[in-house]
């Protein structure tokens, strides 16, 4: 079984504050995705990482594929009280004929 | 984006009646469309991998006599849950494939009374 660590479970900083979220695996994946979970509704796909050392941005948020392809980080800049809610990392084996493989994810709470 | 939706959204159901869960990808065609379960406070486990036209794949530990799917058309897929039971109340996610990428459906609340 493929397992996926994400770290920190939970996190609670302040708005504009910087923050990273690791996402770890001791297995290879083909792509890994971030996905954003409001309480109640399904995920939302952020982004899809699929080359090692690749990085991806999108407005505030950083995303990068380790070299190796085993790990993911998120990385949030100044962030905001919209940026409050669940963050999924997911990792597929093979080319998409395979679910996915979820970690925990990340609780994060931006006060005001 | 690729839009994908679930009906219903929530259902309350009596112990050993059976429940329908269908999952339909909106604007695009999916020949492979999987299906997740969430229990509160924690992550997405992956069911099953539901084929247009063919048996479901279903994951270690997952009966498939009592979860059945049928993937009948390409925009498509079904969950029933059979002689549903209290402990099997949870959050049920489908996900619908494009290329590489996999696009949530709003998940249905199950609740066995």
């Known amino acids: 079984t493929q397992l996926l660590e994400q770290s920190p479970q939970f996190l609670s900083i302040q708005e504009g504050e910087n923050l990273t979220v690791y996402c770890n695996s001791s297995?290879?994946?083909?792509?890994l995705q971030w996905y954003r979970q409001e309480p109640g509704e399904g995920p939302v796909l952020l982004v899809t990482?699929?080359?090692?050392?690749e990085v991806k941005k999108l407005k505030r948020l950083t995303f990068q594929f380790g070299d190796a392809r085993k790990d993911s980080s998120l990385h949030i800049t100044a962030a905001q009280t919209g940026d409050t809610g669940l963050y999924l990392c997911?990792?597929?084996?093979?080319?998409?004929?395979?679910?996915?493989?979820f970690g925990k994810g990340t609780h994060l709470i931006i006060q005001p | 984006g690729a839009v994908v939706s679930q009906h219903p959204s929530r259902v309350i159901c009596k112990s050993g009646t059976s429940v329908k869960i269908e999952c339909r990808s909106l604007?695009?065609?999916?020949?492979?469309m999987f299906w997740y379960r969430q229990f509160p406070k924690q992550s997405l486990m992956l069911m099953a991998t539901?084929?247009?036209?063919?048996?479901?794949?279903?994951e270690q530990g997952v009966e498939k006599d009592k979860f059945l799917i049928n993937h009948a058309s390409l925009t498509l897929s079904t969950l029933t849950v059979t002689s549903a039971h209290p402990e099997d109340s949870s959050f049920y996610i489908c996900?619908?494939?494009?290329?590489?990428?996999?696009?949530f459906g709003p998940g249905t609340r199950l609740t066995v009374t």
């Open positions: 996900s619908a494939r494009e290329r590489q990428e996999q696009y």
């Open positions: 297995s290879v994946f083909s792509s």
């Open positions: 990482v699929v080359t090692g050392g």
């Open positions: 997911a990792g597929a084996k093979g080319r998409g004929a395979d679910g996915l493989t």
């Open positions: 604007d695009f065609q999916a020949t492979t």
């Open positions: 539901s084929n247009e036209g063919s048996k479901a794949t279903y």
